[in-house]
């Protein structure tokens, strides 16, 4: 593939040289006050339930953002159903997280944002007919509101390029970042539309980082995959019994780093750290980037993941504070 032989060439990796001798601490991001806008875009439902254990992460962080729409992408088995059987489920514990946060959305908020995206994926072309999730795309990013709108892609980019093709006026205010990899796979020829019809969206390319949630870093004690659902995860609240059995009781969250990437960090650059993992420039287009493929930066033959990893105990440390938001909340 062109862009993996990109990344590779020698410009790329002197250009970055030395980039990664930073040791600063990521950027304020949405836990420094920053408030973003947000669409979740997931194939929550289909074949692999790590997106069930990301919803839930976000949920729990939802007070910090401001949430536009929670869209179905499959194009597997996942449905918009799927998206509000996890909203019932933060019902439950809705009542307890508000003790906590005022600004946590309520429950009826986020049935009425989930919209159904494409459920088969592109024709040849790379895009076919507008679906309620591309034209609620398409109206989130057209309202009056000088915030960038970030597009957090956890499924098939199948409705982000419907609603390129739609209205590519849409570009200038979207900032999309897409676990690819198996979701890129699951509609190439929607990911190979806006490739080369157009290469000047913002996007973050992020094919092997995100691994870094999962994979190495500090897990020793309760900080590994399953201890920390054992000792954090289990009996805490609806959501936390929700989560506890997916994926075999082991922490995967593929897609969290999208939202770790908002909460710590400094989204306008990539280039710079994040809980969500650090990115470098894509040689060819002004606002793309891709995984850094410097060998330092591999956990096991994942380029980019130590960019994650390494900050594992600080974004499982938060984490386990907000699942103890669904116990009750009683001031001094």
């Given amino acids: 593939m062109r862009l993996f032989k990109l990344v590779c060439i ?3 990796c002197v250009a970055t040289a030395g980039l990664w001798a930073d040791t600063s601490v990521p950027g304020p991001g949405a836990l420094g006050g920053h408030r973003y806008r947000v669409v979740v875009s997931s194939d929550i439902g289909g074949s692999d339930e790590d997106d069930m254990q990301s919803m839930v992460h976000y949920l729990l962080y939802s007070d910090l953002f401001d949430t536009e729409g929670l869209i179905s992408s499959p194009p597997h088995k996942g449905r918009a159903r799927d998206i509000l059987k996890a909203i019932d489920v933060y019902e439950k514990d809705y009542p307890n997280l508000k003790t906590y946060s005022k600004t946590y959305p309520t429950p009826d908020y986020l049935r ?3 919209k159904q995206g494409a459920t088969d994926p592109a024709g040849q072309n790379g895009f076919g007919r ?3 999730g591309s034209k609620w795309l398409i109206r989130c990013a057209k309202k009056k509101d000088p915030r960038p709108l970030y597009v957090l892609v956890w499924g098939a980019i199948t409705d982000v390029a419907q609603a390129l093709h739609d209205d590519p006026s849409i570009k200038k205010k979207i900032r999309v970042h897409f676990i690819a990899s198996w979701n890129r796979r699951s509609d190439e020829n929607a990911f190979g539309y806006i490739e080369k019809h157009h290469p000047d969206t ?3 390319q992020n094919e092997t980082t995100f691994r870094g949630w999962y994979m190495g870093g500090e897990q020793s004690g309760d900080l590994g995959n399953k201890t920390f659902v054992d000792t954090h995860i289990k009996g805490r609240g609806a959501l936390g019994d929700y989560f ?14 999208t939202v ?6 400094t989204p306008d650059d990539p280039t710079k750290q994040s809980w969500g993992g650090q990115f470098i420039k894509h040689p060819d287009r002004p ?7 410097d060998p330092a930066l591999k956990e096991a033959d994942k380029p980019g993941a130590k960019t994650v990893n390494k900050w594992r105990k600080n974004y499982l440390r938060n984490f386990q504070k907000h699942l103890d938001r669904c116990v009750r909340h009683v001031p001094r």
Avoid at 248 to 255: A, L, S
Avoid at 260 to 265: A, P, Q
Avoid at 287 to 293: A, C, K, L, R, V
């Fill in 10 to 12: 020698s410009l790329v």
């Fill in 112 to 114: 009425s944002i989930t």
């Fill in 130 to 132: 507008p679906t309620e």
């Fill in 202 to 204: 913002w996007l973050i």
């Fill in 260 to 265: 770790s990437w908002l909460l710590r960090g």
């Fill in 287 to 293: 606002n793309w980037w891709i995984d850094n493929p």
């Fill in 244 to 257: 506890a059995p997916l994926k075999g009781g082991k922490i995967k969250m593929g897609d969290t780093p």
